[in-house]
């Protein structure tokens, strides 16, 4: 009797990294897509989903469900969002919208929430705009799901686009708020651990210069990334969202976590979208989240060489 695959959705603002996630559990044969939701954040939200179906076009992958964010350019509470910074990520292999579905992201991620009981991880690649919608539509929406796994938030206020704030929480703080007061069973990776997760070069070159359509694709989509990299004589190249998904794919890949009370700064005029995490229990608060802390580099690389070894297309 063949194995019961795990079921996931992957939230998205698909970038660099998000497409690793992406590739990487369209090609792994344990693992069902059941869709990917897509939200407004590295790229403004039409980008983003045709990034996306450029991704599953590479797979030969249409069957998958793509939905996108109602808010489209906006944050929970209608703010701009900063995402024109990043448009040297929307690449322009032309690309057919068509199967685009007309749901909002939000209510599908109910709808499949409540038809798989139990049994979808949700991988939040992406501000947290659809999963705080998700939790604002059915505030049990969590409690249906297997797990929830996010890539973002900092617990060393190591900032990215402010001084203390990591990208995906300073987008939209009060979906970050949201998510982590009322979601159930998360798993947390923030970005300065991904910032101590470096692919090498040696690999960088093994995985993009394979003859075969998804090392094209990676090769492509990842040349100006890899020549800023080297141009800050960077030690090797981190896939923040390609980590999360290999968390997602084998627990043993974590290497150090713990549990712990989370939330995020709202107010602050330097620390707006900040991860504030209580590690002295000083709130009183029961712990929410279990954040990752180290995480096993040359598996992670195995499961990203599986992309371009499996002949799955």
């Not at 900063?82 to 109910?110: C, F, G, R």
């Not at 704030?165 to 970050?176: L, Q, R, S, Y």
């Not at 708020?177 to 997760?197: D, M, Q």
């Amino acid at each position: 009797m063949a194995a019961r695959k795990k079921k996931v959705i992957l939230d998205v603002d698909t970038g660099v990294d998000d497409a690793h996630a992406i590739i990487l559990a369209l090609t792994h044969p344990s693992v069902d897509v059941v869709a990917i939701t897509c939200a407004n954040g590295n790229l403004k939200i039409d980008d983003v989903v045709a990034n996306t179906f450029r991704v599953l076009q590479t797979c030969k992958r249409f069957d998958v469900s793509v939905l996108k964010e109602v808010l489209l350019s906006r944050t929970l509470l209608g703010k701009v969002s900063p995402s024109d910074n990043y448009s040297a990520e929307v690449w322009k292999t032309p690309v057919d919208l068509s199967k685009l579905q007309s749901e909002h992201a939000a209510i599908a991620l109910v709808r499949f929430a409540n038809q798989f009981p139990g049994e979808i991880t949700l991988v939040a690649l992406a501000p947290l705009t659809n999963v705080a919608m998700a939790l604002n539509l059915d505030p049990n929406f969590s409690e249906k799901l297997h797990d929830i796994i996010i890539m973002g938030g900092n617990i060393g206020a190591r900032g990215r686009v402010s001084p203390c704030a990591e990208f995906n929480f300073f987008t939209d703080p009060e979906a970050a708020f949201i998510v982590l007061k009322s979601a159930a069973r998360i798993r947390l990776l923030p970005y300065e651990v991904c910032l101590n997760h470096h692919l090498s070069w040696e690999f960088v070159e093994e995985w993009t210069g394979a003859d075969n359509e998804i090392s094209r694709f990676l090769q492509d989509s990842m040349e100006t990334p890899i020549q800023t990299a080297k141009s800050e004589s960077t030690i090797g190249f981190k896939s923040c969202d390609g980590y999360a998904l290999a968390v997602f794919l084998d627990d043993s890949v974590v290497k150090e976590s713990q549990k712990i009370y989370g939330t995020v700064e709202l107010n602050g005029y330097f620390t707006r979208g900040q991860m504030v995490v209580d590690w002295y229990n000083a709130m009183k608060e029961k712990e929410n989240i279990c954040v990752i802390l180290e995480l096993n580099l040359k598996m992670i690389e195995e499961l990203f060489r599986s992309m371009i070894t499996r002949n799955k297309f």
